[in-house]
């Protein structure tokens, strides 16, 4: 059984920063953030290949965020700058099973649980 956990969600303020922590059990996934806001669909935030050296972001994010991962700890981090209020969303980290890094929600296998991002201004 493939279990996700996400932690490192929490409470800052417009233009600070926080690092999203995501562990995936089993094996080594591709793996993706997403987030959703009240009133508003998941979204993609970014993506890492299994190797760590592929990975993309959306426009929104870009040059702010940064993920990353260490396979030795089977975790992968969202390091999240400069962050605004419109980035306040609870976080979901998902694992795929396919080699490839995508956007789409529905090409991820598992997901967690999901940790909440709160950003005041």
């Known amino acids: 059984q493939v279990q996700v956990v996400e932690s490192g969600g929490g409470l800052v303020q417009a233009g600070g920063s926080l690092r999203l922590s995501c562990v995936a059990s089993?094996?080594?996934?591709?793996m993706g953030w997403f987030r959703q806001a009240p009133g508003k669909e998941r979204e993609f935030v970014a993506a890492i290949s299994r190797s760590g050296d592929s990975t993309f972001y959306a426009e929104s994010v870009k040059g702010r965020f940064t993920i990353s991962r260490d396979n030795a700890k089977n975790t992968v981090y969202l390091q999240m700058n400069s962050l605004k209020p419109e980035d306040m969303a609870v976080y979901y980290c998902?694992?795929?099973?396919?080699?490839?890094?995508?956007?789409?929600?529905?090409?991820?296998?598992?997901w967690g649980q999901g940790t909440q991002v709160t950003v005041s201004s």
């Open positions: 089993g094996r080594t996934f591709t």
């Open positions: 998902a694992a795929r099973v396919g080699t490839i890094p995508t956007n789409t929600a529905r090409s991820y296998d598992y």
